[in-house]
């Protein structure tokens, strides 16, 4: 079965230690929320992230760094309904925040291998490893003056311009390769980072049984030995 999205959400503050919003209510199987966060890096960085009061899981293995600061953080099985999402820095900046939800994702391995890139141009891009059924997401950090259009073929989930810094992010249907990209308004810096939804594997189950398999029934002739 294909990843879908389940919704999307996001937020911005200026001048904060803390980023606080309320998710879209969040539903279905095999449950996944991924989280983006970006901030002006020079002296601040992300942290931290919870859903619920529970401690999301930071995909990337340092933020991609560039000027602006772009990280994603995962959740596997949150919990449904409307929660709060809790950004947390370690030096007060202005925090772009952005949450997705995703239903019939593999629970044991959800995501595929980060790719991120880093830049100064009017075209940030990277290529994901993914595959049919899977979703990519990407989380771009860039100046608020950008206004990233994504690439075609992308769905944008949230565009927020948070004071010095815009957050964009945005998914794509799987395919072998997928390029995440955006086009902003002039040159400038940003960093970009995306990876692959896992779709959830068939079920297990059990082998196939016939109902019936007839099988002839032989006579045996002659005398049992003594």
Do not use: Y
């Amino acid at each position: 079965m294909a990843v879908a999205v389940d919704g999307a959400s996001s937020s911005s503050i200026a001048a904060s230690l803390t980023l606080s919003w309320t998710s879209h209510i969040v539903g279905g199987a095999d449950r996944l929320i991924c989280v983006g966060s970006s901030i002006a890096d020079l002296v601040s960085e992300a942290t931290g992230v919870t859903f619920a009061g529970t401690a999301l899981t930071q995909v990337t293995g340092s933020p991609v760094t560039n000027g602006f600061e772009a990280s994603m953080w995962r959740l596997i099985a949150p919990i449904t309904g409307a929660q709060t999402v809790v950004i947390t820095v370690d030096v007060a900046t202005d925090i772009v925040g952005g949450e997705v939800s995703f239903t019939d994702v593999d629970q044991t391995t959800p995501l595929g291998t980060w790719a991120e890139a880093t830049g100064t141009s009017d075209a940030p891009s990277v290529t994901v490893t993914s595959a049919t059924d899977d979703i990519v997401i990407a989380v771009i950090a860039s100046d608020a003056t950008q206004a990233p259009v994504p690439g075609a073929d992308q769905t944008e989930r949230w565009d927020v311009d948070g004071g010095i810094v815009n957050g964009e992010g945005s998914t794509e249907p799987g395919a072998a390769s997928v390029v995440m990209s955006a086009t902003l308004a002039i040159v400038g810096l940003w960093a970009i980072g995306g990876v692959s939804v896992k779709a959830a594997g068939a079920a297990a189950g059990h082998p196939t049984m016939r109902r019936w398999e007839h099988v002839p029934h032989m006579t045996f002739h002659g005398r049992m030995a003594a």
